[in-house]
């Protein structure tokens, strides 16, 4: 008897298990559904995620180089020195759209309100990084002294991040979203008009003029003028509508799209530098020369002019 008592308590209990096991499958089976369906599948979600991860990654890799190539391949001079502040501050604009991508694929932001605020400083301090380059170039060009373009690259840097601040404390985490948290709607219109005339309008402004007062062609800061131009305006075209009209889709979808072109600006100048600036694709081919000639070193077979070498014997090469 006390043995069939024990049997029937055991199976009880095996069944109570299976209960439960079966209550936390179906739960988290739930839950997984749920978080699933949370994400933004919308044509425009998938857009802004395909294209961001496109220019993060060329973005990256080409300001790498241009970092690499400017930083300590090429001589230092006051042109290496510009070129290289701003593939740095490209560089760490490019790093943090992944962070833009998850927050907008999730739609939430789950990576805490300091780090809500440290994205929004970094895109404010690329924006104004440019608009306080514009102004010292032609300074540095007619001292032609790399020191002190250093010096004043290290004050751009410093006058951009006070320019930032006020950008990144309007940001916070709000309603699960890294969002603006303005006291008030004027608040919102100064933050927009100061972006746009910092950020956009001085530069363009500066850049026209020094091409235009200037005796020799800049083809590099010809076409980055024109990419400037052609990547922030729809953006910032966008940002002056969002304060007189209501939230409309066609809005919501343009602004989306402008930021997306808008970030492409960072992943094109590395292209730009690449193929217009002489000394600098003298350098990469320099670079890609090296590279090719320790993969030919490390391989048993080479090929030199019109004959194939094969371990130190030379065959007449034919060909088909």
Same mark, same amino acid.
């Given at each position: 008897?006390?043995? +069939? ?6 199976? @009880?209990?095996?069944?109570?298990? !299976? ?21 933004? &599948? ?10 961001? &991860?496109?220019?993060? &990654? ?10 690499w190539i400017a930083g300590f391949k090429m001589k230092k001079s006051v042109v290496t020195t510009w070129y290289l ?9 490019? +790093? ?8 907008? /694929? ?28 514009? &102004?010292?170039? $032609?300074? @540095? ?14 004050? $751009? ?10 950008? @990144?404390?309007?940001?916070? =985490? ?11 709607? #004027?608040?919102?219109? @100064?933050?927009?008009?100061?972006? /746009? ?9 500066l850049k026209s003029k020094q091409m235009a007062n200037s005796k020799k062609p800049f083809k590099i800061m010809t ?7 052609? +990547? ?23 602004? #989306? ?9 960072? +992943? ?12 600098? =694709? =003298?350098? !990469?081919?320099? /670079?890609?020369?090296?590279? #090719?000639?320790?993969?030919?070193? #490390? ?8 004959a194939v070498t094969i371990s130190e014997k030379s065959y007449p090469s034919t060909t088909v």
């Amino acid at each position: 008897l006390d043995y +069939c008592n024990a049997l029937l308590t055991i199976l @009880a209990l095996d069944k109570s298990i !299976c209960q439960i096991s079966t209550m936390i499958s179906v739960s988290g089976n739930y839950t997984w559904l749920k978080e699933s369906s949370s994400l933004c &599948t919308d044509a425009t979600c998938v857009l802004y995620a395909v294209m961001n &991860t496109v220019i993060f &990654t060329l973005g990256v890799a080409g300001n790498g180089v241009v970092i690499w190539i400017a930083g300590f391949k090429m001589k230092k001079s006051v042109v290496t020195t510009w070129y290289l502040s701003l593939a740095v501050s490209d560089f760490i604009y490019c +790093c943090i759209l992944p962070f833009g991508v998850v927050h907008k /694929v999730k739609m939430a932001w789950i990576f805490g309100s300091f780090m809500c605020k440290v994205r929004y400083f970094i895109k404010s301090l690329n924006i104004m990084d440019r608009c306080v380059v514009s &102004t010292f170039p $032609v300074w @540095a060009q007619n001292k032609r002294t790399t020191r002190k373009a250093s010096l004043i690259v290290l004050l $751009v840097w410093v006058i951009s991040a006070l320019l930032s601040t006020p950008s @990144a404390l309007f940001r916070d =985490k709000k309603n699960k979203l890294c969002s603006s948290d303005y006291k008030s709607v #004027e608040d919102h219109i @100064a933050s927009v008009v100061c972006r /746009v005339i910092f950020g956009f309008v001085i530069p363009l402004v500066l850049k026209s003029k020094q091409m235009a007062n200037s005796k020799k062609p800049f083809k590099i800061m010809t076409a980055l003028i024109v990419t400037f131009l052609i +990547c922030w305006l729809p953006f910032h075209i966008f940002s002056i509508l969002s304060l007189n009209y209501k939230k409309t889709v066609w809005l919501k979808t343009g602004k #989306e799209v402008g930021v997306i072109v808008a970030n492409a600006n960072s +992943c094109l100048n590395p292209f730009l530098y690449a193929f217009m600036g002489k000394d600098f =694709k =003298k350098q !990469c081919y320099a /670079v890609l020369s090296k590279i #090719e000639n320790t993969i030919g070193e #490390e391989s048993p077979y080479r090929v030199q002019g019109t004959a194939v070498t094969i371990s130190e014997k030379s065959y007449p090469s034919t060909t088909v």
